[in-house]
């Protein structure tokens, strides 16, 4: 009597067994790791270039310089950061843009000898600031060449700045460095020292 009980309760139990292993998951069974297929010096070029892409990523260094007029080159370059400063808190920063130009622009070197041009930024000094981008500014376009051809250029404040060819390329003694930079609008000059400095200033 018993053992007729017993026989389909162990007939139940192999069955219940068979249907947990033919359910099992998928995340149950074993899968191979492809990185554990990797090489250590795949493993540690895959590290090391995904550890550039998050610094990169992280500090923000990937700059791109707009080219589309002299004013958006100069805010948009790190070589002229500083003049970039002025230029864009300046009236004329309109004009710069979009009137075709040539601009002068002393690299941040340049302001080493002048460390005075952080007071044009101050409230108040607007009239020391216009007078000095404008006097880097010349209304027409004109390349390294062009510019070195004549003994004088009008610049925007309506001076004229005079350039020399002795030993160089100078603009009101400041040395004009080879080549330029063309944009859609104008062009850069660039400059290794300050082509003015205003009065009170001074």
């Given at each position: 009597?018993?053992?007729?009980?017993?026989?389909?309760?162990?007939?139940?139990?192999?069955?219940?067994?068979?249907?947990?292993?033919?359910?099992?998951?998928?995340?149950?069974?074993?899968?191979?790791?492809?990185?554990?297929?990797?090489?250590?010096?795949?493993?540690?070029?895959?590290?090391?270039?995904?550890?550039?892409?998050?610094?990169?990523?992280?500090?923000?260094?990937?700059?791109?310089?707009?080219?589309?007029?002299?004013?958006?080159?100069?805010?948009?370059?790190?070589?002229?950061?500083?003049?970039?400063?002025?230029?864009?808190?300046?009236?004329?920063?309109?004009?710069?843009?979009?009137?075709?130009?040539?601009?002068?622009?002393?690299?941040?070197?340049?302001?080493?000898?002048?460390?005075?041009?952080?007071?044009?930024?101050?409230?108040?000094?607007?009239?020391?600031?216009?007078a000095f981008v404008?006097?880097?500014?010349?209304?027409?376009i004109m390349t390294?060449?062009?510019?070195?051809?004549?003994?004088?250029?009008?610049?925007?404040?309506?001076?004229?700045?005079?350039?020399?060819?002795?030993?160089g390329i100078y603009?009101?003694?400041?040395?004009?460095?080879?080549?330029?930079?063309?944009?859609?609008?104008?062009?850069?000059?660039?400059?290794?020292?300050?082509?003015?400095?205003?009065?009170?200033?001074?």
């Amino acid at each position: 009597m018993k053992r007729a009980r017993l026989a389909p309760l162990w007939v139940l139990a192999l069955a219940l067994a068979s249907c947990e292993a033919n359910t099992a998951t998928p995340e149950a069974t074993s899968q191979p790791d492809p990185v554990k297929k990797v090489s250590p010096a795949g493993r540690e070029s895959m590290d090391r270039r995904t550890e550039n892409a998050q610094r990169l990523q992280e500090m923000n260094k990937v700059t791109v310089e707009n080219k589309l007029s002299p004013y958006r080159y100069v805010i948009s370059t790190e070589r002229f950061s500083i003049f970039g400063q002025l230029v864009k808190a300046s009236s004329h920063s309109r004009a710069i843009h979009g009137s075709g130009v040539t601009l002068l622009c002393p690299t941040d070197d340049a302001f080493e000898s002048f460390d005075a041009w952080k007071m044009m930024l101050r409230q108040g000094n607007q009239e020391e600031l216009d007078a000095f981008v404008a006097h880097h500014v010349l209304p027409v376009i004109m390349t390294y060449e062009d510019f070195k051809l004549k003994d004088t250029h009008t610049t925007l404040a309506g001076d004229e700045m005079e350039v020399s060819t002795q030993g160089g390329i100078y603009a009101n003694g400041a040395h004009v460095r080879s080549g330029y930079v063309p944009t859609e609008n104008g062009n850069v000059l660039g400059l290794d020292d300050v082509a003015f400095v205003p009065f009170s200033l001074r």
